[in-house]
Every structure is written in C-alpha cells, then in structure tokens.
C-alpha cells in the first residue's frame, strides 16, 4: 500500500484557509486518498476522499494533483473546532476500509 | 454520516481482570469493523478486523488470545482485554465500514474507549 508523507505541524490563522499538504507519490491507480481527521481523545473523523478529480464537500476541499503524487486538503475558513491531527492515508486495495495511519499533521488553529 | 457507538468512553480495571469494550453500529448494518490502539502522542495502529460470523484476523504481533473480538450480530463487536495489564493501557477505537460511491468505502469511528489499568 502507498505510505503518505504529510508535515508534523503547522498553524492556521481562524478565518483563514488551512491547506495542509500530502505527498504519496507510489499511489496506485486503484487507490483513493481519504482524509480523516482526530480531535483529541475522540475517534477519527471521516473529511473527504477521492480518486483523481477534485472533490469539494461541506467540511473541505480535496486538490489532487494530476499525477496523483500529491494532494491538499483545504480547510476554507477554519475555527478553532479545527484543532486537531489531520491524517492523508491511501486507501488499501481490498474494499473493506481498513485504514493504516501514519503520523499525520498536527494543526493548530489559533485566534 | 453513518454513527458508530463505543462503551463505555472510559474504564478502569485492576490488574490481571478482564474489560470488554462494546462497539455498535446504530443506523447501518456492518459486516466488517476495525479495531485500532493508539498510546499517547502515537497514531492509530490496526490491531484487528472483525468479520461478522468468523473469526476475527489479527494483525502481526497482536495477541489474538488476549484481544478476543467476537461479532457476533451486523451491528455489534466486541474487544475483550483478557488479563489486563498496565502495558494494555491505551485508547481502543474501533470502525466500522460504511457505504460510499461505486468503488469506494467510508469507515466510521467509534468514539474511542480509554483503558486504565492499575
């Protein structure tokens, strides 16, 4: 399965938009890039996925680029609820949604 | 979204007995959940994936005859920690595989479980 390489930190701005990069660059033509992300001592949350198209819904957008080597979630106004860890993983090939997380990107929203 | 229920959110346990964390799916039918562990400032580690009507398949270097899952029921697994350990002290978390698009599928997660053990 393709490992992701995301930055350990970064901080956002309130109000302003958090674009947090993923580079997975052995991706396979099969595999989606799912974002989740882990507000402390809470279970993952479920942000957006996609394969190769840019993918927009009501928490975030998904920018793949056209190789699919690399991705950014973007967060278009974020809060302070959007303190959390942000995990970029490829999906596994089988269909059943097992997930392997790497370390993520710890974002820091701040006033 | 689809919701996945943990329980209970926190436990504590005296050395050496045995706690069970329940994990439910309350508004789909989930043929296979996922349980996780994660220890402080790590992330998510896969320990187990529970099938619904078979034995769970565990991931390498987890004991499956101290971490017995059962799923018995679409929407129900459990984990149960046999002879807990202050080493067994971590935050349990389990999925559950929901439904998306045509070649794609959601995972669900419970709200996690934080076990102590004295």
């Known amino acids: 399965d393709a490992k992701t390489t995301q930055p350990p930190s970064m901080d956002c701005a309130e109000g302003r938009a958090a674009n947090l990069p993923c580079n997975h660059s052995?991706?396979?033509?099969?595999?989606?890039v799912y974002w989740y992300r882990q507000i402390h001592s809470q279970g993952p949350q479920y942000i957006i996925h996609?394969?190769?198209n840019n993918e927009t819904n009501e928490m975030a957008s998904l920018i793949i680029t056209e190789d699919r080597k690399s991705s950014t979630l973007i967060l278009p106004h974020a809060t302070l609820r959007d303190t959390a860890v942000y995990y970029c993983?490829?999906?596994?090939?089988?269909?059943?949604?097992?997930?392997?997380f790497g370390a993520g990107t710890q974002v820091v929203v701040t006033p | 979204g689809a919701v996945v229920s943990q329980h209970p959110s926190r436990v504590i346990c005296k050395s050496g007995t045995s706690v069970k964390i329940e994990c439910r799916s309350l508004?789909?039918?989930?043929?296979?959940m996922f349980w996780y562990r994660q220890f402080p400032k790590q992330s998510l580690m896969l320990m187990a994936t529970s099938n619904e009507g078979s034995k769970a398949t565990y991931e390498q270097g987890v004991e499956k005859d101290k971490f017995l899952i059962n799923h018995a029921s679409l929407t129900l697994s459990t984990l149960t920690v046999t002879s807990a350990h202050p080493e067994d002290s971590s935050f349990y978390i389990c999925?559950?595989?929901?439904?998306?698009?045509?070649?794609?599928?959601?995972?669900?997660f419970g709200q996690g479980t934080r076990l102590t053990v004295v």
């Open positions: 052995t991706i396979s033509g099969n595999e989606y």
């Open positions: 993983i490829v999906r596994v090939t089988d269909s059943w949604g097992k997930l392997q």
């Open positions: 996609g394969l190769k």
């Open positions: 999925s559950a595989r929901g439904s998306g698009r045509q070649g794609a599928t959601e995972a669900f």
């Open positions: 508004d789909f039918q989930a043929t296979t």
